[in-house]
T-cell receptor, first 113, second 111 residues
């Protein structure tokens, strides 16, 4: 059974700090990984995705992938109260184009002013 | 583009009633997905379509659930009869390629 595991949190960080969100996956066939942000009562919105081992940076966000360890992380630099949300990690068997996503249950992040 | 559109946004119904959820995907997207989200189980894929054809409905929990996509701009998810355990937020998402865009969801409460 394909599983994506996340700590439910909440992860509490002060404003301006680095928030580190982690995710592990069980399906070694997973090729691409997605981070979605979901505010309370809203729909998930894509933050970024990563296909290759290593780091991928986009503004204040950095995704890290280690396929050997089956581990994905999302770093948020200079955290802001507006970053407070649930972050969903998802895995896909496709390296490009289409495939279904398996979602984790999400980690709640709380950024205090 | 208006994004993925879902209706209704909220639905409260009594056990045993039929419920129909509606979705309009983003124009030009060739994949459409129905997800259900609960606190206990997170986001679960129920069914997805490619070019209006159902590809995988293995996530549909029971025969009480059915989904259709009569054309590229409309899909429905029907629950008949509904049960209290069906209470959840139902999301429709569409994609062209790997990135999926979610609609605002329908919050279903079955009493």
């Amino acid at each position: 059974q394909k599983e994506v595991e996340q700590n439910s949190g909440p992860l509490s960080v002060p404003e301006g700090a680095i928030a580190s969100l982690n995710c592990t996956y069980s399906d070694r066939g997973s090729q691409s990984f997605f981070w979605y942000r979901q505010y309370s009562g809203k729909s998930p919105e894509l933050i970024m995705f990563i296909y290759s081992n290593g780091d991928k940076e986009d503004g204040r966000f950095t995704a890290q992938l280690n396929k050997a360890s089956q581990y994905v992380s999302l770093l948020i630099r200079d955290s802001q109260p507006s970053d407070s949300a649930t972050y969903l990690c998802a895995a896909s068997r496709s390296n490009s184009g289409y495939s279904t996503l398996t979602f984790g249950k999400g980690t709640m992040l709380l950024v205090s002013p | 583009d208006a994004g993925v559109i879902q209706s209704p946004r909220h639905e409260v119904t009594e056990m045993g009633q039929e419920v129909t959820l509606r979705c309009k995907p983003i124009s030009g997207h060739d994949y459409l997905f129905w997800y259900r989200q609960t606190m206990m189980r997170g986001l679960e894929l129920l069914i997805y379509f490619n070019n209006n054809v159902p590809i995988d409905d293995s996530g549909m929990p029971e025969d009480r659930f059915s989904a259709k996509m009569p054309n590229a701009s409309f899909s429905t998810l029907k629950i008949q009869p509904s049960e209290p355990r069906d209470s959840a937020v139902y999301f429709c998402a569409s994609s062209r390629g790997g990135v999926k865009f979610f609609g605002p969801g329908t919050r279903l409460t079955v009493l």
